[in-house]
């Protein structure tokens, strides 16, 4: 159980093209959803926390204009990377954790398999 | 959040046990320690999480020190599957968001 899947896996375009990736929650419903960014050989990053039905929470110094996020419905988020540059290209992880409140609060974080974006 | 402190990398060879340590010695009283896992090319796995008691699962087994500065991850056999990079993360009671730290490269030896 607890299955998150992420679409594209991995993406190739242009400079100057917006990009989204779509994260589902499979066999849950995921109020809080996360999005991370990693660069080779280093760790993740987060980006973002959306909760379903209201706005994400930005984390400093991640632009919320370039990097727009729609947390729609309990299983799906999406990230789209505006007029995407190469400086832009990452691994994109998504994960969904399910409930709110502190009786949830230390379920496990369920993860994607990533989406590889290249810019060129 | 606070700070948790794991080698950069170790080696173990296959069918043997792995012991993963991590220090955080600036633990709260309301921090879980929780650990993932990332194979190559993959998102995060969930591992195990604890707060006081050593705790037991089908994937590993997470020793807890008594006064909370350190933990400890065992891979009880491990198998060239079990190659990845180990994160070990503290994560307050009621907080959402998990911080990934640097990690742990473990690497099996067939």
């Known amino acids: 159980g607890a299955v998150v899947s992420q679409h594209p896996s991995w993406v190739i375009c242009k400079s100057g093209t917006s990009v989204k990736i779509e994260c589902r929650s499979l066999?849950?419903?995921?109020?809080?959803m996360f999005w991370y960014r990693q660069f080779p050989k280093q760790s993740l990053m987060l980006m973002a926390t959306?909760?379903?039905?209201?706005?994400?929470?930005?984390e400093q110094g991640v632009e919320k204009d370039k990097f727009l996020i729609n947390h729609a419905s309990l299983t799906l988020s999406t990230l789209t990377v505006t007029s995407a540059h190469p400086e832009d290209s990452s691994f994109y992880i998504c994960s969904a954790k399910t409930g709110q409140g502190q009786i949830y609060s230390n379920q496990p974080q369920h993860f994607g398999d990533g989406t590889r974006l290249s810019i060129l | 959040d606070a700070k948790t402190t794991q080698p950069n990398s170790m080696e173990s060879n296959e069918e043997e046990p792995v012991h993963l340590p991590c220090n955080h010695s600036?633990?709260?009283?309301?921090?879980?320690i929780h650990w993932y896992r990332q194979l190559p090319s993959q998102g995060p796995e969930y591992v195990i999480h604890g707060l006081t008691s050593n705790v037991n699962n089908r994937m590993a087994s997470l020793a807890i020190a008594e006064d909370r500065k350190s933990s400890t991850l065992i891979l009880h056999r491990a198998t060239l599957r079990d190659a990845a990079v180990y994160y070990c993360?503290?994560?307050?009671?009621?907080?959402?968001?998990?911080?990934f730290g640097q990690g742990t490269r473990l690497t099996i030896n067939p």
């Open positions: 993360i503290l994560r307050s009671q009621g907080a959402q968001k998990l911080v």
């Open positions: 066999d849950f419903q995921a109020t809080t």
């Open positions: 959306s909760n379903e039905g209201s706005k994400a929470t930005y």
């Open positions: 600036t633990i709260s009283g309301t921090d879980y």
